[in-house]
């Protein structure tokens, strides 16, 4: 009983990946750090189902897979609505709050949010404010999470404030990663393999292979890390 | 080589909805494949048949044809677990397995309402088998 059981768990494990790998493709790209309490308990329900799917022999397959679909069939149509109308949107994700206004707490719009003042001073200090005057705005967002807007003062200097000019400074196309030239982002460049060659032997690099990554940036220089750094004395943070 | 290229991207985006689709389709299959065979197996391996003929056996107190019979049943429905247990309740085979045991135990007790007790619950074990 025992073997067959292993070849019913392999099974029942490959549809229960491969089905939710599938499922969370269509529900689509959005990061952990923006989930709201409900994506975060969605995303806890499905994997459990997806989990007793596997491992729960004592039910045949098909509820569970029915239950899996039917959970991210909701979830699907919420983001539908919630793309489509504003207050579906509202009403599925709430609404950011504003948390401090010209530096002063909103008590009221804490309360309503069930927001303690030391979560509040807790998400400031790990955004480097610990003086609460030095916010203008504090936005609670409908991830739980705190965007802040500093007072112009405590703002750091930027070139724009100093009216300097400052070069372009785009994405960087990688050409070589894990030893191998990546031909149609040289292409893309208009460059060719003489050009990367001489810039490598100016690197100090004979062959493509002895490179673990390297990139062009917008002005037109390449950076090189080699297998081998060759480095004197490396820096150990280990105790 | 816009026309190649459109082409590729076309075929790609295709195949990309298409791998899905075809692997959601075989799981499906899988998953409904134990109640959907459940038929075709019973009547391969005559087993709703061979529960009569343990029945009628049991009530004729004919013990060593209810003996060979369950035995006949056993290999019966072992064979189509093999094929039907990627779908159905592994429990529910489990303890079908037990009430053929406990059948065999009355049968060489001579216990007719026993045997008969056990073998209409294997039956109805049989007909909730995936459903």
Redesign the interface.
Same mark, same amino acid.
């Given at each position: 009983m025992l073997i067959s059981e292993v070849y019913v768990e392999v099974v029942r494990a490959a549809i229960g990946f491969f089905t939710l790998l599938i499922f969370t493709r269509v529900l689509g790209k959005q990061q952990v750090s923006e989930l709201t309490v409900f994506d975060y308990i969605l995303g806890i329900t499905i994997g459990s189902t997806a989990s007793s799917l596997t491992t729960d022999l004592t039910s045949s397959v098909l509820p569970h897979w029915v239950g899996l679909l039917t959970w991210v069939g909701f979830a699907f149509l919420m983001q539908l609505a919630s793309v489509k109308w504003r207050k579906a949107s509202k009403l599925v994700d709430g609404e950011p709050s504003v948390v401090i206004m010209n530096g002063m707490i909103m008590e009221d719009t804490m309360r309503k949010m069930r927001y303690t003042v030391s979560d509040l001073l807790e998400q400031l200090r790990s955004k480097d404010i610990f003086d609460i005057k030095q916010v203008e705005f504090a936005v609670l967002e409908r991830s739980g999470e705190i965007s802040v807007l500093k007072k112009s003062q405590y703002q750091p200097v930027t070139p724009n404030d100093l009216n300097l000019n400052t070069k372009y400074d785009g994405l960087q196309t990688v050409i070589i990663y894990d030893g191998k030239v990546l031909e149609q982002n040289l292409k893309h460049l208009n460059l060719d393999r003489v050009w990367l060659q001489s810039e490598l032997t100016r690197h100090g690099v004979s062959d493509v292979s002895q490179v673990l990554l390297a990139s062009l940036d917008t002005q037109g220089t390449l950076y090189v890390d080699k297998y081998r750094d060759h480095l004197v004395k490396l820096n150990d943070l280990s105790d | 080589m816009g026309l190649t290229k459109r082409k590729n991207a076309k075929s790609q985006k295709i195949s990309s909805y298409l791998l899905?689709i075809m692997?959601?389709g075989i799981? $499906?299959a899988?998953?409904?494949s134990?109640p959907v065979l459940k038929g075709p197996l019973d009547t391969r391996h005559h087993i709703s048949q061979t529960f009569a003929v343990i029945e009628k056996d049991l009530k004729e107190k004919n013990w060593s044809g209810a003996a060979a019979n369950t035995h006949i049943l056993r290999s019966s429905l072992n064979e189509s677990?093999?094929i039907l247990?990627?779908?159905?309740? $592994?429990?529910e085979m489990?303890d079908l397995i037990i009430n053929l045991d406990r059948i065999e135990g009355y049968i060489q007790a001579n216990d007719e309402k026993g045997a008969l007790g056990e073998l209409y619950e294997a039956r109805g074990h049989w007909r909730e088998l995936?459903n």
């Amino acid at each position: 009983m025992l073997i067959s059981e292993v070849y019913v768990e392999v099974v029942r494990a490959a549809i229960g990946f491969f089905t939710l790998l599938i499922f969370t493709r269509v529900l689509g790209k959005q990061q952990v750090s923006e989930l709201t309490v409900f994506d975060y308990i969605l995303g806890i329900t499905i994997g459990s189902t997806a989990s007793s799917l596997t491992t729960d022999l004592t039910s045949s397959v098909l509820p569970h897979w029915v239950g899996l679909l039917t959970w991210v069939g909701f979830a699907f149509l919420m983001q539908l609505a919630s793309v489509k109308w504003r207050k579906a949107s509202k009403l599925v994700d709430g609404e950011p709050s504003v948390v401090i206004m010209n530096g002063m707490i909103m008590e009221d719009t804490m309360r309503k949010m069930r927001y303690t003042v030391s979560d509040l001073l807790e998400q400031l200090r790990s955004k480097d404010i610990f003086d609460i005057k030095q916010v203008e705005f504090a936005v609670l967002e409908r991830s739980g999470e705190i965007s802040v807007l500093k007072k112009s003062q405590y703002q750091p200097v930027t070139p724009n404030d100093l009216n300097l000019n400052t070069k372009y400074d785009g994405l960087q196309t990688v050409i070589i990663y894990d030893g191998k030239v990546l031909e149609q982002n040289l292409k893309h460049l208009n460059l060719d393999r003489v050009w990367l060659q001489s810039e490598l032997t100016r690197h100090g690099v004979s062959d493509v292979s002895q490179v673990l990554l390297a990139s062009l940036d917008t002005q037109g220089t390449l950076y090189v890390d080699k297998y081998r750094d060759h480095l004197v004395k490396l820096n150990d943070l280990s105790d | 080589m816009g026309l190649t290229k459109r082409k590729n991207a076309k075929s790609q985006k295709i195949s990309s909805y298409l791998l899905p689709i075809m692997l959601l389709g075989i799981f $499906l299959a899988v998953m409904v494949s134990g109640p959907v065979l459940k038929g075709p197996l019973d009547t391969r391996h005559h087993i709703s048949q061979t529960f009569a003929v343990i029945e009628k056996d049991l009530k004729e107190k004919n013990w060593s044809g209810a003996a060979a019979n369950t035995h006949i049943l056993r290999s019966s429905l072992n064979e189509s677990f093999k094929i039907l247990r990627y779908s159905v309740e $592994l429990d529910e085979m489990a303890d079908l397995i037990i009430n053929l045991d406990r059948i065999e135990g009355y049968i060489q007790a001579n216990d007719e309402k026993g045997a008969l007790g056990e073998l209409y619950e294997a039956r109805g074990h049989w007909r909730e088998l995936g459903n």
